[in-house]
């Protein structure tokens, strides 16, 4: 994903001086370059990454590694980014009484038509999209807008390679309590069952501290900061195919200018950012752009 941030005057966005995706905004002077990729939106699937095949992450249970059998749903454990940058995970459970960052919310087997499936292959990534991704809405008790508006995302696992090898076909949903950029991840209450059900809780959603969304963390709403994220535009169904770079990029722009303006009360002038992805993204199966609104919070 890229983010641009545009200053907006009443309910127009103002903007001038737009040459084409990828390039930048200038408007009054000010210009704001487009920022941040995102893998697959708020609601990552950071599995997906490169890394080490011998690793099955920090703290490990013997038993779980090179496991064959599915692991245990409902499980919690304490994560770290490296665990979840993992293909497979064999950290040891902990009481979810107990303080922990991850819970699983999805077991299950693969596919029939992904049983001779490469241990890599681009397939495996887009189902744990689509099976993780219903899940965990499910299982948090929101929408597709407001879980990519959350601090809290997903992660998926397979088994190890070892285990694959031995004809093991499981996957493992996790909920944890951050996302990509986090640098550690936040405690989870004794189940995150229902977390987003209702108004969440500032701090269970995603904002930014910095001046504008470019390559700044994303922290709690609870936390002081500068931007929030508050909507979401969808920009086609399941089976249409990529717009292309130019028409998902102003699109958005243009939803997010008059969708934030909304969301803030329509003042005098406003500031605000987007979101936006790229085909990559969208064959694995994003079709949302996120808009960002700049506050004093």
Known sequence: MRTSGIAGTGTGCGCRGYDSPGDEWSEGGRVVRPVLRLALALGVVLALSACSDSSQGTNTDRE??????PPELGACRVLTPDDVAERSNATRTVPC??????ETFAVGPLPEELEDADYEARELGAFAYRTCGAAFERFVGADESLVMRTVVSWAWFRPSRKAWDEGARWYRCDIVGGGEQSQRYVDLPPTAKGLLQGRPKDRWMVCVAGASVQDAPKIPCSEPHTWRAVTTIK????DDPYPGDRLVEVTTRDFCSESVGAWLNYPP???FGYTFFHEEE???GNRRSVCWARTSA
């Open 64 to 69: 779980q590694v090179d496991s064959v059998e």
């Open 269 to 271: 002038e406003y500031e």
């Open 97 to 102: 009484t107990e303080r922990h960052n991850a």
């Open 235 to 238: 920009l086609g169904e399941e």
């Open 282 to 284: 969208w064959i694995a």
